[in-house]
Nanobody, 122 residues
Framework: QVQLVESGGGLVQAGGSLRLSCAAS????????MAWFRQAPGKGREFVAT????????LYADSVKGRFTISRDNAKNMVYLQMNSLKPEDTAVYYC???????????????WGQGTQVTVSS
């Protein structure tokens, strides 16, 4: 099994940037698709972005397209989410997740990190 640990969350003003990191350990995750999801208080888990195992394919939610960038470094067992032009509505707990195939449905992902809080003030 793969263990995931997210970091990099925090409090930022609207218009600011944050870079989330997800460190993987255990068996190699380099053949898995990886994704970021988020969950705001009182809401369901929402897809943010996903990346194929080679990094050649990325998908984004419309709400973050053009502002967020997902990337990975398989040699370092890391996945990243660069978040720019942050808005108050981006406030949520952000989760890193892994699966055998690329997808936007959280049900497709078989292992998850514990999440990191991102708070954007107006």
């Amino acid at each position: 099994q793969v263990q995931l640990v997210e970091s990099g969350g925090g409090l930022v003003q609207a218009g600011g940037s944050l870079r989330l990191s997800c460190a993987a350990s255990g068996r190699t995750f380099s053949s898995d698709s990886m994704a970021w999801f988020r969950q705001a208080p009182g809401k369901g888990r929402e897809f943010v972005a996903t990346i194929s195992w080679r990094g050649s394919t990325t998908l984004y939610a419309d709400s973050v397209k053009g502002r967020f960038t997902i990337s990975r470094d398989n040699a370092k067992n890391m996945v990243y989410l660069q978040m720019n032009s942050l808005k108050p509505e981006d406030t949520a707990v952000y989760y890193c997740a892994g699966a055998g195939s690329l997808g936007t449905n959280w049900n497709s992902y078989t292992y998850w990190g514990q999440g990191t809080q991102v708070t954007v003030s107006s």
